[in-house]
């Protein structure tokens, strides 16, 4: 051994062991996120990268899926990266900058005009592997780009309003129904809950900020926030009342006082409900059960005020996020049968449940149907029932759609610490937004 | 260079011809092999240094948008800054923060650095309590910690409670939230502080002797002696801390969850400069942006080592 120490090692030698050492990293790099269960993988094996935004939680249960597909696809495995929104955005962009993107990819709406008119993203309709007969058209539509295919729902969801009856019970409070109150019915009803706990808890706790809000309030009045020639179809008048009616609503003592909000839209455990600090709030209602686990009480799930009242309805099947394929996939067959697996495999739906909204194929749907628990029977049978309406058509998202939401939170906050006026924050809104909106 | 030529003085005397003869014997060669091997890392870093730069400087010429091919549209980046009022909120924000935080936390760590220099027991233990915020200060970890401290139920407003004042909602009204992370700089004030401290080290003890035997006070000793003497250590610190301070990122990042908010209060110059290569995909302007920061900085460094001639004092 200790000759070899002083004989100098062939530079071949070194440099082979270099390559072996490389090849060796690269191919652990390869299989170690897959997680995969030796499905027979020897020549010929295709690797496919798949990435989405998520908790350990979601992760978990995809996983699950993904085993199943591997066993039905021998030959194919699929490695996983998964993150938060936030950096999952940025990760996303810098990754499709490298050229290098992911083979699938889960798409935020407002960012999927973004991704498609760059030419990023393949065309779903193009690839013969991924199956659409089931699903219905309104859905296709939400992921449709100059008559092309870009995104698939993941499943669907829209807003609704949770509230602790366990509070409201106590304070003496009746719920209004839901499914003719109005926002008036609604101030007034958080109102009353303040007064009556003696303000330790408030009424209301909606995040003003968040786009859905103002998304359904333009709608009920016979508008569209964003048109179907993906320009911004909202009127200032209607962004004025948004912002107004927190403001009356924080004077009359239902919403809590300004700064009061330090880290809403975090997980169910961390909100102000959760705390016990607000009696109501708007949640994506395929987190209803996260909510109903999290606080201590009984929540019950409502549709949101004004459904009714207003001119035309507000609500719209929405997809929670979507399926996307690169157009610089090198494996975009593969790629469509993954695809094709998450959206029409009722064994794979099976564990995956309802984390990623209700399934878009009513068989699949069906299916899971039975293994649901109370709480996301609640929340399934209310979209359900959503989706029977006679429901006003909603379209795809803008490019510069992540601006206007960024814009909003701005103006929010000016606006909840009475450094503007709503009026002028709708019409500053109006500006900004326009301006960034396909610009 | 210097590791190259040291080494084998250290390391391997036989092999160390004196005279330096122009023929590299094999033994030398290894050598000489494994110091490049040493500087390795550093080529590589230089490699990922100089690319970038060289490609963010093409990109500030052009509209690249991060998924298509970049074109060329001259000095349009520049033009569009002038017009653009986050920009310009950004830009407020880098500099109120800078020169409000810079002075105050280099005169926390000189008056800190004084009290610790007059020999106090068990000085390592004082010099790292105070050092290890600044090890930390820019840490996600500590800036979620900050967060909490200031939340409106945290230890700030709880302490305000007890004296029955309503705190304010530190975090999350634009109003308090830049001085919020002004403090967090403040405090973090420990390794400025650890260099003072190795300056006083150095002013010689008997200066003070002969003072004190003259009749002069110690704030008079201050003034004449310690000022003059570590005057080319405040000069370092100074630099150090003004160019940190306009870099600022992580602070402003995860205090509000990257938006620079509530309302752009927060929106320091390089958060704004992310924000606009990635999540509006400009990163032909955010490229333009970098180089703007770089001439501010080199901006005010020049004119620190100009005014520099006026006040900082070398011995020799």
Redesign the interface.
């Known amino acids: 051994m200790k000759k070899t120490t002083n004989t100098p090692i062939p530079r071949r030698v070194v440099l082979g062991a270099a390559v072996v050492a490389a090849g060796l990293a690269l191919s652990a790099c390869g299989g170690g996120g897959a997680g995969t269960s030796g499905a027979g993988s020897s020549g010929g094996n295709v690797e496919l990268n798949f990435v989405f935004w998520g908790d350990a939680n979601r992760a978990k249960m995809t996983e699950a899926a993904l085993r199943i597909f591997e066993k039905k696809n021998p030959g194919i495995t699929v490695k996983t990266e998964y993150q938060d929104s936030a950096p999952y955005a940025d990760k996303l962009a810098t990754r499709f900058a490298g050229g290098n993107p992911p083979d699938v990819l889960a798409m935020a709406n407002r960012s999927l005009l973004e991704y498609a008119q760059r030419g990023t993203l393949a065309d779903l309709k193009s690839l013969p592997e991924l199956n659409l007969d089931k699903v219905p058209e309104t859905t296709l539509s939400r992921g449709e780009v100059d008559g092309k295919l870009y995104g698939l729902a993941t499943g669907v969801t829209t807003i609704g309003m949770v509230v602790n009856k366990t509070i409201t019970d106590q304070a003496g409070v009746t719920i209004p129904d839901d499914k003719t109150w109005s926002w008036e019915d609604y101030a007034k009803f958080a109102t009353e809950v303040t007064q009556k706990t003696g303000g330790k808890v408030y009424g209301a706790g909606y995040d003003v900020a968040t786009e859905t809000g103002p998304i359904m309030l333009a709608r009920q009045r016979g508008e569209d926030f964003y048109t179907k020639d993906n320009k911004l179809g909202v009127s200032e008048k209607t962004i004025e009342d948004w912002f107004q009616y927190s403001v009356d609503l924080r004077k009359a003592g239902g919403y809590p006082p300004a700064g009061f909000f330090e880290q809403i839209g975090g997980s169910p455990a961390q909100s102000y409900l959760a705390k016990g600090t607000v009696a109501s709030q708007i949640i994506p209602i395929n987190n209803f059960r996260g909510y109903n686990e999290a606080v201590e009480g009984e929540v019950v799930l409502l549709r949101i005020p004004g459904e009714t009242s207003g001119e035309r309805r507000g609500y719209s099947a929405d997809p929670t996020m979507l399926w996307s394929i690169a157009a610089k996939s090198k494996h975009p067959k593969e790629a469509a049968k993954l695809v094709d697996f998450l959206t029409n495999d009722a064994e794979g739906a099976a564990e995956v449940l309802t984390q990623r909204g209700v399934p878009i194929n009513p068989e699949v749907a069906d299916s899971i149907t039975p293994k649901l628990s109370a709480d996301d029977k609640t929340f399934v049978n209310l979209m359900a029932a959503i989706q029977e309406e006679d429901l006003p058509p909603a379209y795809v998202y803008p490019k510069g759609a992540s601006v206007v939401a960024d814009t909003l939170k701005q103006l929010t906050t000016e606006v909840e610490f009475g450094r503007i006026s709503p009026a002028d924050a709708a019409k500053t809104f109006m500006e900004k937004s326009n301006a960034a909106i396909n610009k | 260079m210097t590791v190259l030529t040291k080494q084998p003085r250290g390391a391997a005397p036989a092999s160390a011809s004196p005279g330096g003869a122009p023929r590299i014997r094999p033994s030398r060669r290894?050598k000489q092999r494994s110091g490049y091997l040493f500087l390795l890392p550093w080529f590589l870093g230089m490699l990922f240094t100089v690319i970038p730069f060289f490609a963010s400087l093409y990109l500030a010429f052009t509209d690249y948008?991060?998924?298509?091919e970049p074109n060329f549209v001259g000095l349009a980046n520049f033009q569009a800054m002038f017009e653009d009022p986050r920009l310009i909120q950004s830009l407020k924000v880098t500099f109120i923060y800078t020169f409000v935080s810079v002075p105050i936390s280099l005169a926390v760590a000189l008056l800190v650095a004084l009290v610790l220099n007059r020999g106090l027991q068990g000085l390592s233990i004082y010099r790292s309590v105070y050092y290890l915020p600044s090890l930390l200060g820019g840490s996600v970890a500590i800036v979620m910690l900050w967060?909490y401290i200031f939340?409106?139920d945290g230890i700030v407003n709880g302490f305000l409670g007890i004296f029955g004042i309503q705190g304010?909602?530190w975090?999350?009204?634009?109003?308090f939230s830049l001085s919020t992370l002004i403090v967090l700089n403040v405090w973090t004030f420990g390794s400025p502080m650890v260099i003072f401290l190795a300056g006083l080290r150095q002013v010689p003890g008997m200066y003070y002797e002969a003072a004190s035997i003259d009749g002069a006070s110690k704030w008079r000793q201050f003034r004449s002696i310690t000022l003059p003497l570590i005057s080319p250590i405040i000069f370092f610190n100074l630099i150090m801390q003004l160019i940190g301070s306009f870099q600022t990122f992580t602070q402003g990042y995860v205090m509000s969850?990257?938006?620079g908010?509530?309302?752009?209060s927060t929106l320091f110059y390089n958060l704004y400069l992310y924000?606009k290569g990635?999540?509006?995909?400009e990163?032909g302007y955010a490229s333009a942006m970098a180089w703007l920061l770089l001439m501010i900085i080199a901006i005010f460094t020049a004119i620190n080592f100009i005014a520099s001639k006026f006040w900082v004092f070398y011995d020799n």
């Open positions: 290894r948008n991060l998924f298509t967060r939340g409106n304010p909602a975090v999350t009204d634009p109003q969850g990257g938006t908010g509530p309302a752009d924000q990635f999540t509006e995909f990163m």
